[in-house]
Every structure is written in C-alpha cells, then in structure tokens.
C-alpha cells in the first residue's frame, strides 16, 4: 500500500494558476504510474492526469489538455499537477492516486492508493 499526501490546493482566481503536490511513500515510487483525478459537488470523481512510471508517458482528460500538466521527480518521491488558465469548472476536490502497474492508465480502477484530497476553489 502507498500512503499519498496531497498538497497546494487554495482559492484562485479564473485564469490564475495553482500547483498541487503529492508526497508518496510505502512503495518505490519509480514503479508504478501517478494520477491526478477530481470530484465536484454531486458529481462523480473524473480522471484528470496520469503518467507512467518513467515519466516519459504522459496522458490527460480533453477538457484540461493545453492547460494543465502532470510531472513527477522519481527521485524526491513526489507527483506534481501544474494548472494554468483555471476555470471555475475546475473547482473541485483534486485526489492523487498510485496505480497498480508501471503503465500509465485512465481508469480509475487500475488506482489501488489514493490521497485525502486537496479542495481548489476557482472564483469566477
């Protein structure tokens, strides 16, 4: 099991930028892919962002392609979601997840740890 810590999370304003942070520990961070997902109010969770393990894979939801980026530092043990250009539709609970494997995925069922969740409030 992977303990996952997430971090950054705030109020900003449309247009403004955030970094969120997720610490990882309990497993070798350098195998196995990170992802980034969100929950609104009422809604479902809803991928955001995955990489593989390397780093080199990258994949993300259509409606944050170009404004949002995923990276990681294998070495520091850390994930991190970069997010330019918000939009108050990206006002959510933002969770990173562990995968089960090395290889970057979208669902949400090959994610076996998850973080608490960081609230990001995007005012209009």
């Known amino acids: 099991q992977v303990q996952l810590v997430e971090s950054g999370g705030g109020l900003v304003q449309a247009g403004g930028s955030l970094r969120l942070s997720c610490a990882a520990s309990?497993?070798?961070?350098?195998?196995?892919?990170m992802g980034w997902f969100r929950q609104a109010p009422g809604k479902e969770r809803e991928f955001v962002a995955a990489?593989?393990?390397?780093?080199?894979?990258?994949t993300y939801a259509d409606s944050v392609k170009g404004r949002f980026t995923i990276s990681r530092e294998n070495a520091k043990n850390t994930a991190y979601l970069q997010m330019t250009s918000l939009k108050p539709e990206d006002t959510a609970v933002y969770y990173c997840?562990?995968?089960?494997?090395?290889?970057?995925?979208?669902?949400?069922?090959?994610?076996?740890?998850w973080g608490q969740g960081t609230q990001v409030t995007v005012s209009s």
């Open positions: 990489i593989s393990a390397s780093g080199y894979i990258t």
């Open positions: 309990g497993r070798t961070f350098s195998s196995f892919a």
């Open positions: 997840a562990a995968g089960s494997t090395h290889f970057v995925t979208r669902e949400i069922l090959k994610f076996d740890s």
